[in-house]
T-cell receptor, first 114, second 109 residues
């Protein structure tokens, strides 16, 4: 039981390049989330998926797209990376769609955009 | 816009002391409250959740909630150097979790 996994662990991009961050969970959770964490800013929600087939914007969605590929997988895409997207990205999952449930976090992806 | 406020610290306590971490939130409709611990370079992990007014104890940790004052706290008894980390307060409401910026705790031997 791996919990929440994320790939890659580290990535360096040049401005304008695109990439997809992958997230998968093996806990049969309904809800999945993407956060970014910046120094002094805390964790901020980018997008979430309350259940398979649905996605919603969070606090900071601009510059990102998401895909809930199936119940296990939730990907985050940067179409044209900008230096402002340099951050640590965390994926999380929770059991109940739209309810107050514990969120379990993946190990994070550290992204540097030059 | 929901806001969750925490003192950034660092909060420095000696080993064996009680550490008190505080959090205030802006949305009176908030339903559930969580404390996460995050070690440097690692992901957040849940320590405590609390849903109703009063105290909730789990080992050395006690969470306290006062919805009238919109205040949540975390007490860590018998603090250990391994408790040194950043503690994130999180508030659930309207299908999302809003995090504070975290308080860094340093426990000195």
């Amino acid at each position: 039981n791996a919990g929440v996994t994320q790939t890659p662990k580290f990535q360096v991009l040049k401005t304008g390049q695109s990439m997809t961050l992958q997230c998968a969970q093996d806990m049969n959770h309904n809800s999945m989330y993407w956060y970014r964490q910046d120094p002094g800013m805390g964790l901020r929600l980018i997008y979430y998926s309350a259940s398979e087939g649905t996605t919603d914007k969070g606090e900071v969605p601009n510059g990102y797209n998401v895909s809930r590929l199936n119940k296990r997988e939730f990907s985050l895409r940067l179409e044209s990376a900008a230096p402002s997207q340099t951050s640590v990205y965390f994926c999380a999952s929770s059991e109940a769609a739209g309810e107050s449930e514990t969120q379990y976090f993946g190990p994070g992806t550290r992204l540097l955009v030059l | 816009q929901k806001e969750v406020e925490q003192n950034s610290g660092p909060l420095s306590v000696p080993e064996g002391a009680i550490a008190s971490l505080n959090c205030t939130y802006s949305d009176r409709g908030s339903q559930s409250f969580f404390w996460y611990r995050q070690y440097s370079g690692k992901s957040p992990e849940l320590i405590m959740s609390i849903y109703s007014n009063g105290d909730k104890e789990d080992g050395r940790f006690t969470a306290q909630l006062n919805k009238a004052s919109q205040y949540v706290s975390l007490l860590i008894r018998d603090s250990q150097p391994s408790d040194s980390a950043t503690y994130l307060c999180a508030v659930w409401g309207y299908s999302t979790l809003t995090f504070g910026k975290g308080t860094m705790l340093l426990v000195s031997p």
